[in-house]
């Protein structure tokens, strides 16, 4: 998508869907994709991943639409994945926690679903593929029906509105800057994805992040550009609490001949 293109989608959005209503139309989602999916119910692990969610959050805090407050929510899955709803909301998949090696990595995660946050993707891509008089509609309650459908369809493929590459990449981008400016380590966003790459048709759940997103390659290529230019700084990688937490999941469901799910 280019530049133009993206600018006359995002004043669109911005017109015919107002953060009030996006929010609104996120509580309705939300609820949606509660109704398919499963809460992780280990109060401890939910409580990491929202004070890890709530630093990236206070990072982002000058670019962050008016009145929206991320809420970050472990599903029971065994996906690699994370995604956000309107409104701000962010699920993480409990597969995802599994397949991170630090903190650091899951940070950068989180930073990329911010970016999609406030670049406002979600609310796009739902003016772009749904238009506004069916939107209107699920936001005065008038089409229950559409809204079950998109709650299902969240729960099983592992995102709202199948962004495009360009939104991809300026989330990509948004969650780079965002982990320079952090405590973390940033190189340790292009190692989660190369090591995602690499690990490709071999371990479950993978396949659905890669056919969402841009090849693990062209990203470490852009990410690693905008790191140099940045000095290539560094941070902290903190393995210790993903260890704790990965202790503390459920083991993987494993169903004996089910392929891994795909987006």
């Not at 639409?65 to 690699?80: A, E, N």
Request: charged fraction near 20%; charge should be neutral.
């Amino acid at each position: 998508m280019g530049f133009a293109c993206a600018t006359v989608q995002r004043e669109a959005a911005n017109t015919l869907i107002s953060t009030d209503d996006e929010i609104k139309l996120g509580q309705q989602v939300r609820a949606e994709v509660l109704k398919q999916s499963k809460e992780l119910n280990y109060p401890q692990v939910q409580a990491y991943v929202q004070s890890v969610g709530n630093k990236i959050v206070a990072l982002y805090a000058d670019r962050l639409p008016k009145g929206i407050q991320p809420k970050f929510t472990v599903l029971d899955d065994d996906q690699v994945n994370a995604f956000a709803i309107p409104g701000g909301d962010i699920f993480v998949l409990s597969g995802l926690l599994r397949a991170v090696k630090n903190e650091a990595e899951l940070a950068s995660v989180l930073s990329h679903e911010m970016g999609h946050v406030i670049e406002r993707h979600a609310a796009q891509g739902l003016v772009a593929q749904m238009g506004a008089q069916t939107l209107a509609s699920i936001l005065l309650g008038k089409n229950p029906s559409q809204l079950a459908q998109i709650g299902a369809s969240v729960a099983a493929n592992g995102y709202l509105i199948r962004n495009t590459q360009g939104f991809e990449r300026q989330a990509d981008r948004d969650g780079m800057q965002t982990m320079i400016k952090s405590d973390w380590d940033p190189h340790q966003m292009i190692a989660f994805f190369d090591q995602l790459a690499k690990e490709s048709g071999s371990v479950s759940g993978i396949e659905a992040f890669l056919s969402s997103h841009p090849p693990p390659a062209d990203r470490a290529q852009y990410l690693g550009q905008q790191l140099a230019a940045a000095g290539n700084k560094s941070g902290a990688v903190n393995p210790e609490p993903i260890a704790s937490i990965q202790q503390r999941l459920p083991p993987p469901k494993k169903v004996a001949g089910q392929p891994p799910p795909h987006g």
